[in-house]
């Protein structure tokens, strides 16, 4: 345990442990740290089928049971891949959350170089989200593309109810100005909405920055742009 953050420290000893003793039909599987991964989770990947998410902190320990209880019923109903959960790991050994294993998703990490200028995206992107919306249920913005396509949509961290302008931060986060009217005119999205999507991506980045920036230069370049294109429009 970190005790100054009040968070466990987690590695490949701490996860190959969960593993064997929680799930032995899976001991003998290969266990690979994905780097980088998310702010929520260190993810392994299980063998070539299955992946490990393991929260870091507790802001993400609702995420696992949610998703598993969720993910199943929307699948179905959804025009993009999301991830499958398989099973639901319980704290023990000093790890004091619940965990998840999950089907691997075969796909890129979408980059703005990659889809910001792709309107096929940010169309297929706005279908995703108007289906979603029918359940009355939100995603998070990671996505994953193949073959320069979007593919699948695998962090549903703050999927609830709420209001439908948080789906809109991904326009500032992937998308250009071009896309972002694509994405706009598909979801039909009006003024205040829109207004309040920015103002929620300007927030996010910020914080975002604040908190990480100093030490990863990756986020500072992705929160960077995410509140340039937020205060663009």
Same mark, same amino acid.
């Given at each position: 345990? *970190?005790?100054?953050?009040?968070?466990p420290?987690?590695?490949a000893e701490?996860a190959r442990?969960?593993?064997d %003793?929680? !799930?032995? =039909?899976w001991?003998?599987l290969?266990?690979?740290?994905?780097?980088p991964?998310?702010?929520d989770?260190?993810?392994?990947r299980?063998g070539?089928?299955?992946?490990?998410r &393991?929260? =870091?902190?507790t802001g993400?320990?609702? #995420?696992?049971r949610?998703?598993?209880e969720?993910?199943?019923?929307?699948? +179905?109903?959804l025009?993009l891949?999301?991830p499958?959960?398989?099973?639901?790991?319980?704290?023990?050994?000093?790890y +004091?959350?619940?965990?998840?294993?999950?089907?691997?998703?075969?796909?890129?990490v979408?980059?703005?170089?990659g889809?910001?200028?792709?309107?096929?995206?940010? @169309?297929?992107?706005?279908?995703?989200?108007?289906? &979603?919306?029918? !359940? *009355?249920?939100?995603?998070?913005?990671? &996505?994953?593309?193949?073959?320069?396509?979007?593919?699948?949509?695998? *962090?549903f /961290?703050?999927l @609830?109810? @709420?209001?439908?302008?948080?789906?809109?931060?991904?326009?500032?986060?992937?998308?250009s100005? /071009?896309?972002?009217?694509?994405?706009?005119?598909?979801?039909?999205?009006?003024? +205040?909405?829109?207004?309040?999507?920015r103002?929620r991506?300007?927030?996010t /980045?910020l914080?975002?920055y604040?908190a990480h920036?100093?030490v990863?230069?990756?986020v500072?370049? #992705?929160? %960077? =742009?995410?509140?340039?294109?937020?205060?663009? /429009?």
């Amino acid at each position: 345990m *970190d005790r100054r953050a009040g968070t466990p420290t987690i590695d490949a000893e701490l996860a190959r442990r969960r593993v064997d %003793t929680q !799930f032995p =039909r899976w001991a003998d599987l290969r266990l690979r740290l994905l780097d980088p991964a998310g702010s929520d989770h260190v993810i392994y990947r299980l063998g070539e089928e299955l992946t490990v998410r &393991l929260p =870091r902190h507790t802001g993400a320990i609702t #995420q696992v049971r949610k998703e598993a209880e969720w993910l199943p019923r929307l699948a +179905p109903h959804l025009p993009l891949a999301v991830p499958e959960p398989v099973a639901v790991g319980e704290p023990d050994f000093g790890y +004091p959350w619940s965990w998840a294993v999950s089907r691997w998703l075969p796909g890129e990490v979408a980059t703005v170089e990659g889809l910001s200028e792709s309107h096929e995206a940010a @169309g297929a992107l706005a279908g995703f989200l108007a289906a &979603l919306h029918r !359940f *009355d249920a939100e995603p998070a913005e990671d &996505l994953l593309t193949a073959g320069g396509r979007l593919s699948a949509v695998i *962090d549903f /961290g703050e999927l @609830g109810v @709420g209001d439908p302008a948080r789906d809109l931060v991904i326009a500032c986060t992937l998308m250009s100005a /071009g896309t972002r009217a694509t994405f706009r005119a598909a979801l039909d999205v009006d003024d +205040p909405t829109w207004t309040r999507g920015r103002g929620r991506a300007l927030e996010t /980045g910020l914080n975002a920055y604040v908190a990480h920036a100093a030490v990863n230069p990756r986020v500072a370049a #992705q929160t %960077t =742009r995410q509140i340039t294109q937020a205060l663009a /429009g």
